[in-house]
T-cell receptor
Framework: GENVEQHPSTLSVQEGDSAVIKCTYSDSASNYFPWYKQELGKGPQLIIDIRSNVGEKKDQRIAVTLNKTAKHFSLHITETQPEDSAVYFC?????????????FGSGTRLQVQP | EPEVTQTPSHQVTQMGQEVILRCVPISNHLYFYWYRQILGQKVEFLVS????????KSEIFDDQFSVERPDGSNFTLKIRSTKLEDSAMYFC??????????FGPGTRLTVL
């Protein structure tokens, strides 16, 4: 089955700096890669996703890149703000094969220092 | 904005007891999921449900677990005989099948 590795496990940045979180996946059938933000006591919330037919996607301060050949994808947050502090999870799914189960990475705790 | 809701927010039970966790998915979604997150660990897939039957399940989802859509709005996860290691946060999610999965706030299950 799919295995998703995520690093770093913790990341501390100064407000205004950029943060980068990286994930690798093992199953070449995976074609959908969402990123979720989880705040304390809440469920994961999607912040951005990318499908295997594109290499990069951007939404304001958040961008995701995908390298299918190397089987890795990354989350980039620019101009970080204290409210970006949370746990971020990457995930992978073979969405277009009829299977939809998300396999999650182990999470990155991002702390943005004011 | 439509959202997935879950009840209860916290459930405490004795080992060996049955528990039912409830979810109300987003109304026009057709795919429903349960995931769990043991404290401090990654979110793990349990089961997906479509057209009134299980479409996928993980190795975690053994005979102790079952899911049901008893009416047009609720989606439930039943654990027949809880074990200490079932203590976790259980998340329900729903999707239209082609796009993102929306997660509920979770039910924290504590097995004593």
């Amino acid at each position: 089955g799919e295995n998703v590795e995520q690093h770093p496990s913790t990341l501390s940045v100064q407000e205004g700096d950029s943060a980068v979180i990286k994930c690798t996946y093992s199953d070449s059938a995976s074609n959908y890669f969402p990123w979720y933000k989880q705040e304390l006591g809440k469920g994961p919330q999607l912040i951005i996703d990318i499908r295997s037919n594109v290499g990069e996607k951007k939404d304001q301060r958040i961008a995701v890149t995908l390298n299918k050949t190397a089987k890795h994808f990354s989350l980039h947050i620019t101009e970080t703000q204290p409210e970006d502090s949370a746990v971020y999870f990457c995930a992978a799914s073979p969405l277009y094969t009829g299977r939809r189960a998300l396999t999650f990475g182990s999470g990155t705790r991002l702390q943005v220092q004011p | 904005e439509p959202e997935v809701t879950q009840t209860p927010s916290h459930q405490v039970t004795q080992m060996g007891q049955e528990v039912i966790l409830r979810c109300v998915p987003i109304s026009n979604h057709l795919y429903f999921y349960w995931y769990r997150q043991i404290l401090g660990q990654k979110v793990e897939f349990l089961v997906s449900f479509y057209n009134n039957e299980i479409s996928e399940k993980s190795e975690i989802f053994d005979d102790q677990f079952s899911v049901e859509r008893p009416d047009g709005s609720n989606f439930t996860l039943k654990i027949r005989s809880t074990k200490l290691e079932d203590s976790a946060m259980y998340f329900c999610a729903s999707s239209d099948g082609e796009n993102e999965q929306f997660f509920g706030p979770g039910t924290r299950l504590t097995v004593l």
